[in-house]
Structures are given as C-alpha cells and as structure tokens.
C-alpha cells in the first residue's frame, strides 16, 4: 500500500481561499490539528470567497486556518475509506455578492496510527488519518488517492511518503528502533533538529539574572515559522514592560520549523519537545534550573509551554 501526504493544488490566479466568519477558537485548534473529535457544531459556520473575475470552487478549498474544506462530492466517493473521519456541514459564500453553496463539508480526521506501524506495513486498515508523532498533517492511501484521480477531484495535491521498496529498505535498516525520520523534515526528524538547537543555546553563557526562557514566534523569509530564544527576568507577562525584562537574546540562532506550520500548531509541538527534552535532554538540568518556558505569539500575547 503506498501512502500519500495530502496537500492542495494551488493555482493563485484562478482558485480561491476561504476565511471562517462565525467559528470559535477553540474548534479552530480542533480542526486545524488536532485530531479531537468537535461535539458542538453550528451547522450555520460559513466561509466567505472574495468575489474575482477567475473563481473555481475545486473539490479541496484552501482556507486561511488549514481546515481539510472539501466538496460533499469528494465525500460521497471516499466515504467507505474514511473511517471514523468526522464530516462537518458548512457553508461556502460569494463576500461581495453573497451567492451561497452548502456543497462542501469539513473532514475531522480523528484516526491516528503510529509511525511504526505506517513503516511495518500495519496500516492496511487505514486510508485517512494522523500520526501519533504528526497531528498536523493528513496522510492518505492509495485508495483515496485513486479516487481522487478516477474521477477528476481538483484541488488535491499529494507527496509519497516512501515507495514499498523504500518502505522494505526501512523495515530492515530501522528494525527495533521506535523511530523512522519523516522524509518532510530532511535527514533528520523534527525532535533531532530541535533539540541540536536547544543544546546550542543552553551551553551558551546565559546571565544568572535570566530566571524565564520566551520563544518569540516570527515567519522567516519564506514564510515558515520561526522562534527565537530570549532569556528574561522575573516578568508578569500582561505587563507592557516586557521588552525591558529581557537579559539576552540570540538574534543570530533561531529555530526554524522545516514544516509548513500554523501558529497555533507551533504551540502544539513546543508542548510535545519541551517535555522530551526535559527527560532526555543534553542540558536537561540546565533547563531544569528556569521558573518557566513560554510562547510569544505575534499578537504579543503568552503562552505557557
């Protein structure tokens, strides 16, 4: 079984991008990606579509907060592979005319399997789901896959994960390991990268007045999320005096995420490396010695991780 993960297929100049109107924050980090099943929906949530002389309402919509945005078609011809996927009634509208369609439907996508058993060949029962160690992106069968192309579905985009002889060269290289590297990432998987950062940082001479680590959130050049060190003293994060609270900042070693990820879904991997690297960390005990770590979002607002 080959798997795919699934993207879109993004023409600027004639497809659209939807924004939600009515949709509340806490569905949004559901659906975005999470995975948890959303047991309050309005059926009356509705996407809004700038009104151009070029619109084609593909079959896979972006939209500005990542939700999967399909048509009812897609659904109705992937139904028997899609598992425990929650499907959502939503409305599509025209911003300036108001034209309004009800043909299309968010997927939840609820099922999670684990990174082994997509390498060992365990998954045949699975077309649609996450990883355990990847609840940002949606991976897809061949199944779905050919369903997608058998009947002109647009707007679907897809990159293998591995070939089945790609898959059998893992199996016996990475046998007994409990980890496979993401090919998305590069050679080495996300918790490899970020903790090689950290490492760099907390052997660096940090002044003993720094008692809080802020990752401050930024994008880089192209548009991928970063986040910055900076060491800060004793702070009441709602204060407005933050700035003048910082100790030292290493403008020049960021942490880039080799991923294309959301804001809110870089607070969802801080929270799932943080704790690994407070076990397993080479400088674990250096870290063990902060009041707290935290999350600077581009609004200014904290978070602690």
Known sequence: MRYYILDHNYDEKKHIICEPVNLDYRTDRRLSYGGARVEKWDDGITFLYPDQKRI?????????NGFNLVS??????????LGNTQVLDVRIQNKQTGECSSDYQVINVTDF???????FGKAENYHIFRLIQDSVNIFISEKIAAVIQENGLTGFAGYEVFSPEEAEIM???RIGKKKFKIPYTGDKDLTELFFEWFDRLLQQEIPTTV???????DYDDYGYCAVKFVGTGAFDEMQEDYLCQKQIVFDEDVFIFPIEVRELTVRELLQMLLPEYRDEGNF???????????????NGEFTFL
């Open 56 to 64: 084609e309402l593909t079959d896979y919509l972006m939209n500005v």
């Open 72 to 81: 009812k078609k897609f659904v109705r011809l992937a139904q028997e592979y």
């Open 171 to 173: 199996r016996k290289e």
């Open 113 to 119: 399997i684990d990174q082994d058993d997509l390498i």
């Open 211 to 217: 008692r809080r680590i802020v990752f401050e959130l």
């Open 284 to 298: 674990k005990d250096t870290l063990a010695q902060y009041d707290a770590v935290l999350l600077k979002h581009l």
